[in-house]
Nanobody, 115 residues
Framework: QVQLAESGGGLVQPGGSLRLACEAS????????MGWYRQAPGKERELVAT???????EYADSVKGRFTIYRDGTKKTVYLRMSNVNPEDTAVYYC?????????WGQGTQVTVSS
């Protein structure tokens, strides 16, 4: 069973930066796409950023220019670098990985943006 372990969440001030990590239990290039999603209280889960096996990257409009997704295959880890955060970025952030037939989710890590 594939396992995804997120880390790096916490409390950050507006305008600050944070880096999230998602370590997979197997080679990340086994997945067609890996990405980050988030869910704020009372809202539906939404896409933040994805990276496919070929390296194509997509971002939600709300995070373009502020967040960066990247990966390190040797560490089996996908990262989300968050910069210039604001209170609207407060949410539980989930890592997701999918093959052609299956989707896997991590347990999530809380990010709170507050002064």
């Amino acid at each position: 069973q594939v396992q995804l372990a997120e880390s790096g969440g916490g409390l950050v001030q507006p305008g600050g930066s944070l880096r999230l990590a998602c370590e997979a239990s197997e080679n990340i290039f086994n997945f067609n796409v890996m990405g980050w999603y988030r869910q704020a209280p009372g809202k539906e889960r939404e896409l933040v950023a994805t990276i496919n096996v070929g390296g194509r990257i997509e971002y939600a409009d709300s995070v373009k220019g502020r967040f960066t997704i990247y990966r390190d295959g040797t560490k089996k880890t996908v990262y989300l670098r968050m910069s210039n955060v604001n209170p609207e970025d407060t949410a539980v952030y989930y890592c997701r990985a999918n093959t052609l037939s299956r989707i896997f989710w991590g347990q999530g890590t809380q990010v709170t943006v507050s002064s």
